[in-house]
């Protein structure tokens, strides 16, 4: 049976930080508000997102993520047997530096050390509407391999990573989404940048010179999310985004989804698939071919590192091109990421994030009918 979103049109899940927000976290990182001062703040910030997402018609509803600083490292290092170091500079593609996103690595044996979303959770749920959707977003369980390959996992841990390592991974994250379950979340989103770098040539380099092969990761992860799939609890609707990298409007990696589509797609047990397609970069619809009929795949056809906004048409002519490969009914529509998966935020305006959304929302009424 095929699964039903909330509707035709989604959201990745993050937007743009207020000011005030952003300067309440520099405060709490330097020790002049407290902890809890901090969450105060973040329970203004995020009830004014939830109300921004209600007033554009959104039937999935996030908390912005607004508590995190990147979309991934907040949440898997309060995994047990996990650690992160100190952030070096990396150098951006404009010529300046920034500070790199701490290294994740594996220290000990994963575990499921306490409920990491439940508190975030039951605050969305109360503050949305009863006919609406909260939806949580957390990294893809594969992200505690790809970035650091073997190297970063500890042989006393996990002398050998299969079956053990992803086993623990596995029953980590669903130990996650049952608690999630329990408290009334049946809609969550796992975000995995690794499978859309395993389109880019340079990026499956990067892979070989850590000693993976680039075309058999892809069915390995497949196989270590299904993992994940087989104990969600019953009636939960699990998402996958594929990012190629989105910090202050700029991507890392580019390139066709034919490398990793047959194992993402008709291997992968996952219900829905965030996929991005808002440029040349992104590649054609082909790759769609591999879609078994029980499954969605929601278009990213709206950008979300520019302001320049896509007409109705080019995005009704671009759902046409992806139904030739899919069928319509198993398409949904959304921007193509997040609007700042890190407290950063891409190089848009506000008001501009309100129009592509209100675009992406109407285009999707006017091409499946929905109101």
């Known amino acids: 049976m095929l699964p039903k979103l909330p509707a035709r049109y989604d959201h990745v899940g993050s937007f743009l930080r207020p000011e005030y927000l952003l300067s309440a976290r520099k405060q709490a990182q330097s020790g002049q508000i407290s902890a809890s001062q901090l969450r105060e703040i973040e329970d203004k910030a995020i009830k004014e997102i ?78 949305i509407r009863p006919d609406l959707t909260p939806k949580v977003t957390i990294p893809s369980p594969t992200m505690l391999h790809f970035r650091g390959g073997r190297a970063g996992i500890s042989k006393t841990a996990y002398p050998e990573l299969d079956p053990d390592f992803y086993e623990d991974v596995a029953e980590a994250y669903a130990q996650e989404l049952r608690a999630l379950s329990a408290a009334g979340c049946n809609y969550v989103q796992m975000d995995d940048t690794n499978l859309a770098y395993l389109c880019d040539e340079k990026m499956r380099e990067a892979a070989r010179q850590r000693g993976d092969d680039p075309n058999e990761l892809p069915h390995r992860y497949a196989t270590f999310i299904n993992k994940v799939v087989a104990k969600k609890p019953a009636g939960m609707l699990l998402a996958m985004h594929l990012c190629r990298g989105n910090f202050k409007s700029y991507h890392f990696a580019e390139g066709n989804y034919e490398p990793v589509a047959e194992a993402l797609l008709s291997e992968m047990n996952i219900d829905a698939y965030f996929l991005e397609y808002d440029d040349d970069r992104s590649g054609d619809f082909k790759p769609l071919r591999f879609l078994p009929k029980d499954k969605i795949v929601v278009l990213g056809l709206v950008t979300t590192k520019l302001g320049t906004m896509e007409s109705k048409d080019d995005l009704k002519r671009r759902i046409d091109q992806a139904a030739q490969y899919a069928p319509m009914e198993q398409l949904a529509l959304s921007p193509q990421c997040g609007f700042s998966s890190t407290i950063h935020g891409n190089n848009i305006q506000v008001e501009e994030q309100r129009k592509k ?14 109101v």
Do not use: C
């Not at 959304?357 to 929905?370: F, S, Y």
């Open 50 to 127: 939830i109300d921004f997402q209600q007033s554009v018609g959104l039937k999935a509803i996030t908390d912005g993520e607004y508590r995190r600083t990147y979309f991934h490292i907040d949440f898997l290092e309060q995994l047990g047997g996990v650690a992160t170091d100190i952030p070096l500079s990396v150098l951006n593609p404009d010529g300046t530096t920034e500070p790199a996103p701490p290294a994740i690595r594996v220290v000990d044996k994963i575990k499921h050390s306490k409920n990491i979303q439940i508190d975030d959770f039951n605050f969305l749920k109360s503050q």
């Open 357 to 370: 959304l209100r675009l992406v929302i109407e285009t999707a009424q006017e091409v499946w009918g929905e």
